[in-house]
Nanobody, 132 residues
């Protein structure tokens, strides 16, 4: 499995969780990593994107100021720190990797929203449930 998410769970409104995305098959310094979520009956939503290679990051308006993406390059792991969680944050959270830099030779960036089709590999997801 190229990417593995962990850290999901059940938390009360206002609580925090930190999701991890382990990328044993890829180097986080070279590729953009995105975070998406999908709630039952809803479309997959792009939450965040981080590019270590060019230092850019993106956050959806719905999570801006509450979620922060970061990386541990030595561990090849990307994190999503989620604070002030709300019931509407309840969803399965996925991480995905954009490998376009292999083809283009240009670092994949996160200066703007990156749609799901631009990502090449996905993890299996981790459930986040926020109780009211």
């Amino acid at each position: 499995v190229p990417l593995v998410e962990s850290g999901g769970g059940l938390v009360q409104t206002g609580g925090s969780l930190r999701l991890s995305c382990s990328t044993p098959g890829f180097t986080v310094e070279e590729h953009a990593i995105g975070w998406f979520r999908q709630a039952p009956g809803k479309e997959r939503e792009g939450v965040s994107c981080i590019s270590v290679s060019d230092g850019t990051s993106y956050y959806a308006d719905s999570v801006k100021g509450r979620f922060t993406a970061s990386s541990n390059n030595a561990k090849n792991t990307v994190y999503l720190q989620m604070n002030d969680l709300k019931p509407e944050d309840t969803a399965v959270y996925y991480c995905a990797v954009d490998l376009s830099s292999i083809i283009t030779g240009v670092p994949s960036t996160c200066h703007e929203r990156k749609p799901a089709y631009k990502y090449d590999y996905w993890g299996l997801g981790t459930q986040v449930t926020v109780s009211s």
